[in-house]
């Protein structure tokens, strides 16, 4: 609803989406295969590390450390998703003239910004992978 340079650049950001569905974009695709994954994954991983250190069962917990690689991907896959949207928005700001030319730079801004956290959502969700490989125990030996 708003009319700032960020609001623009994020609806447009909305629009990338939309040219990537319609075009099958292939990692949008892929994305939308391992949604079902990752989501079950964020939900249940606790629930399984939990029950597998409460029954002192290390392949429940194993598992449980298997689904959230489901979350993992699913956050790579994100990257390239999100980035291209973005790119795309900077195109459809600029060939539609939406936004003055000198307004361009700002909404890549705006945008570069939001990407920013997609990228530290992954650092963190592959950082929590390490942590539960690590409380896991994977690859110790008995």
Known sequence: NGHSI??????????GHAIQHSKHYAP??????IFPVANFGAKFVWVLVLLGFFMQNYTIIQYGVLLYVGVVIFQIITLPVEFNASSRAITQLEVNNLLYTD??????????AAALTYVA?????????????V????????
Do not use: C, F
Request: charged share 25%; proline share 2%.
């Open 6 to 15: 960020a609001a623009y650049g994020i609806a447009a950001h909305e629009v």
């Open 28 to 33: 949008l695709e892929m994305r939308n295969l």
């Open 103 to 112: 307004e361009i730079p700002k909404a890549r801004k705006v945008l570069s």
């Open 121 to 133: 959502a992954t650092l963190v969700a592959i950082a929590q992978l390490l942590r539960l490989l």
């Open 135 to 142: 409380i896991s125990g994977y690859g110790r030996r008995d």
